[in-house]
């Protein structure tokens, strides 16, 4: 219900992304159950639209469908880790009309090796990016391949992120190859707008996670008995929301401005005028 209110409230424009990432709640452990597992399910603009509880037996990867069958996805692009890059979800995304952008590691050996060794130093740029941040300097180089016979349902493209990363502090140059594949066809989207996304769908660490360990100290919360651990991060979840769709950048302040007037956070949630 909350990803919904959430839902209806945005006015999402083009093609809308959404990532799709777990968290441990650390401080639901209890001598005799393992700590409890939220798959979540958050646009790239800081709402959760959908959470999940992982079944304590199991991991992430069965929960994906149930978790996005309560969204319509229509004209939605959805992000994950290496985890969720399976055969079984990827059909299930062109059913639903969704597109995907899939890290692949050698978790599926034969699809990277097929991937990783295309062509690419004979692919022309189709993004170039250089930030400097936290004493880092970063560049990222992004190429796309159209391939057709990608051994992964509906796959229309084949994806390579090169970044360097120069820490200034140490001296100390980090270079990393990632490879994707995805449901777009050649076109649909511009180099920098898959970067965007790429890059984009690391933001559920900033956006949420963190916000919830470091704002409402998650895991130092002692409810652990049930589901009251998906239910609390559910309400924190809604506060979140409710703040980045008004425009809010920092949390922090945003509840500490609602909490000086009863009102402001019923005139929030649209329940006064």
Same mark, same amino acid.
């Given at each position: ?24 709640? *650390? &401080?639901?452990? $209890?001598? =005799? ?11 790239? =603009? &800081?709402?959760?639209?959908? /959470? ?26 959805? $992000?994950?880790?290496?985890?969720? =890059? ?20 050698? %978790? ?22 250089? $930030?400097?941040?936290?004493?880092? /300097?970063?560049?990222? *180089? ?14 229309? /493209? ?18 990393? *190859? ?35 360990? *470091? =704002? ?20 924190? %979840?809604?506060?979140? &929301? ?6 809010? $950048? %920092? ?23």
């Amino acid at each position: 219900m909350i990803g919904a209110f959430l839902t209806a409230r945005a006015a999402p424009a083009g093609l809308r992304a959404i990532a799709v990432d777990g968290k441990v709640l *650390r &401080g639901s452990r $209890t001598a =005799t159950a393992p700590a409890v597992t939220l798959l979540a399910a958050m646009d790239h =603009t &800081g709402t959760v639209l959908a /959470q999940r509880q992982v079944d304590g037996k199991s991991n992430e990867i069965p929960a994906f469908a149930p978790l996005l069958d309560s969204l319509d996805l229509t004209g939605t692009v959805i $992000t994950a880790d290496a985890l969720h =890059t399976q055969h079984a979800h990827g059909t299930y995304l062109q059913a639903c009309g969704a597109h995907y952008l899939a890290v692949v590691k050698a %978790n599926h050996p034969g699809l990277f090796d097929r991937v990783r060794h295309l062509p690419w130093q004979e692919i022309g740029l189709g993004h170039y990016e250089r $930030t400097r941040a936290h004493h880092r /300097q970063e560049i990222r *180089r992004l190429k796309t391949a159209a391939f057709a016979h990608i051994d992964y349902p509906d796959a229309q /493209q084949a994806l390579q992120i090169v970044r360097w990363r120069r820490d200034f502090s140490t001296g100390k140059l980090a270079i990393e *190859r990632v490879y994707l594949i995805t449901s777009l066809p050649p076109g649909a989207a511009s180099g920098t707008q898959l970067a965007a996304w790429i890059k984009g769908h690391w933001e559920i660490e900033n956006l949420l996670h963190h916000v919830r360990d *470091r =704002t409402f100290r998650e895991d130092d919360s002692k409810i652990h008995t049930g589901h009251l651990p998906q239910v609390m991060a559910g309400l924190r %979840n809604l506060a979140i &929301g409710i703040h980045r769709q008004d425009g809010q $950048t %920092n949390i922090t302040a945003a509840l500490r401005h609602a909490a000086r007037d009863c009102h402001r956070p019923l005139a929030a949630l649209g329940l006064t005028g």
